[in-house]
């Protein structure tokens, strides 16, 4: 099994959508949970960060996670053409999920 | 914001050539920084972790003598690839620790990234 399993589409969605994305992960040591977003040829720039059980809202963005089954995402309302990135999922900044590609379409 | 310069870009070098890649952190210290390498479509791996003033630490699988690591400041690393292969051809990202961040664990702001071909 994979320490993280992260779909990496692309997604597609109209403007103003929700994109809902998740990853699963397996080792149960994971303190720190984190969504990266990644635009072409850039490095990665943190947008969220969280260390517990629950919901972490941050304007538009809110990050879930549920340490019981080992699942996290992140939710982005009102989406905007801005938001086409790689958003990566973090774990403990020693574990990444391979991205997945959001395109927003006007 | 905090801001991890990283340089050059970009670069391409013959095969059998070594390449220097630098990573600053400039307005904040940065006692430990990590090196991260991505191919296209894949995730970041992390290869090393840079301590000032002392050794890296080097990933499982990743040779420390190809891949010199050099943190002689608190604000400066360098990921030296010596001998580059075309196989060495990828995308190469530093990102530091703020020493001073209250989340020790979690502020760690990346470079833009360089991307290397080996030809």
């Known amino acids: 099994q994979k320490e993280v399993e992260q779909d990496p589409g692309p997604l597609s969605v109209p403007e103003g959508a929700i994109v809902s994305l998740n990853c699963t992960y397996s080792?149960?040591?994971?303190?720190?949970f984190m969504w990266y977003r990644q635009y072409s040829r850039k490095g990665p720039e943190l947008l969220m960060y969280?260390?517990?059980?629950g919901n972490k809202e941050d304007g538009r963005f809110t990050a879930q996670v549920d340490k019981s089954s080992k699942y996290i995402s992140l939710f982005i309302r009102d989406s905007q053409p801005s938001d086409s990135a790689t958003y990566l999922c973090?774990?403990?900044?020693?574990?990444f999920g391979k991205g997945n590609q959001v395109v927003v379409i006007p | 914001g905090a801001v991890v310069s990283q340089h050059p870009s970009w670069v391409i070098c013959k095969s059998g050539t070594s390449v220097k890649i630098e990573c600053r952190s400039l307005?904040?210290?940065?006692?430990?920084m990590f090196w991260y390498r991505q191919f296209p479509k894949q995730s970041l791996m992390l290869m090393a972790t840079?301590?000032?003033?002392?050794?890296?630490?080097?990933e499982q699988g990743v040779e420390k003598d190809k891949f010199l690591i050099n943190h002689a400041s608190l604000t400066l690393s360098t990921l030296t690839v010596t001998s580059a292969h075309p196989e060495d051809s990828s995308f190469y990202i530093c990102?530091?620790?703020?020493?001073?961040?209250?989340?020790?664990?979690?502020?760690?702001?990346f470079g833009q990234g360089t991307r290397l071909t080996v030809v």
């Open positions: 990102s530091a620790r703020d020493d001073g961040g209250w989340r020790m664990n979690t502020e760690a702001f």
């Open positions: 080792n149960s040591a994971f303190q720190y």
């Open positions: 969280t260390y517990s059980s």
């Open positions: 973090a774990f403990n900044r020693l574990a």
């Open positions: 307005d904040f210290q940065a006692t430990t």
């Open positions: 840079s301590n000032e003033g002392s050794k890296a630490t080097y």
